[in-house]
């Protein structure tokens, strides 16, 4: 086999629009951060980055606890991170299910070799609190765990009964807020959050590649009580939280240039309001679901149990799923997901996470949703653009 640099070209791959489940959108002031210069990681220039990056995170969370930083990998590893510092083989955890990413969290319940008791929903409707109540009763569950912003089915989780039912059990609560964080009101603090874990690529639209967590002083003293060493080495927070902290003994090398962008992104949502960017995604969402809905499409998550960044349409009667998602990327550079598991050839995911939330980006896939149906033989109603229109002029 012949190897020639030459065919090796530049990378090139234009623009698009990010309208899946992530990646979302990434503001160039945000790209243009990360191509900085790459220092030390122990440069007195960068460790002030970093306490900086904290205090950005803490904001954003609406917390005060001390172990708030970005795990160096994605949101997963954010996950695992939580599970391996907080449960110990054989310790009892309650998962709540009703889409992938809760089922995700069984798996690493089960390979750290925690007792797991599931309580499932069907996927598309949210986590009943009764059923929690009974699953917890007469057990002493050490972590009681749910998904927010289940990005796989579009549907957004109550927290505040579940908060409840781990108070009263004595258990630590789990949150995943990958989706939501930065779309949705996160106050981890109020909401009695212990540990929570997220992602940079969705509606914080930094890329992909840390996870922002944080550990509750309750979460922090299950750490340090284990009877076991963490199984992971990597994520084992007792020695992060350390480069993290006053002592910044070494442990791994920062992803450098990732925390640049990361800063970046969290200041440009500091400069926006927390309250005006939630408030953004609800109005973008609204104005998406009247112009699916004046098109005579579905949602597949009843309305007020919707996500606002993360939108399930179903698939109608006639339509090809996978030629509609090609002719979106090919003919208008406009990227959403297919149904991930159950739903796979049931819905559209539409993300309108962060950057991408912007009404320039509705009435662009509804136009051309309409447009590709059409050409495909498929019935919609006219009017979706009015109905639009009509949800961005109410004051
Ligand atoms: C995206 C996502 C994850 C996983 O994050 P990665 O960055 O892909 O590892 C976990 N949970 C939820 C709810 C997500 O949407």
Known sequence: MSFN???FKDIDPGQRILMGPGPSDVPPRVLQAMSSPCIGHLDPTFLFLMNETQQLLRFLFQTENQLTIPVSATGSAGMETCFVNLVEPGDEVVVC??????????DIVDRIGGKL???DAEWGKTINPEDVRNAVKGKNPKVLAVVHAETSTGVCQPLEDLSKIAADSGALFLVDCVTSLGGLNVAIDEMG???VYSGTQKCISCPPGLSPISFSARAMEALQKRKTPVLSWYLDMSMVASYWGDDRKYHHTAPINMI????????IIGEEGLNERFA???KNHRAFVAGIEAMGLSMLVAEGERLPMLNTVCIPEGADDLAVRKTLLNE?????????GALAGKVWRVGLMGHTSRQRNVLLFLAALETILKAQGVPTNPGALEAVASVYNQP
Request: proline fraction near 0%.
């Open 193 to 195: 959050i212990d540990a």
């Open 117 to 119: 008791t599931r309580v």
């Open 97 to 106: 299910v009703n889409g992938v990413f809760g089922t995700r969290m069984c």
């Open 5 to 7: 640099i030459d065919n």
């Open 260 to 267: 640049y962008g990361l800063r970046e992104a969290l200041r």
């Open 280 to 282: 953004r995604h609800l």
């Open 332 to 340: 208008f550079g406009l990227e959403i997901g297919g149904g991930l």
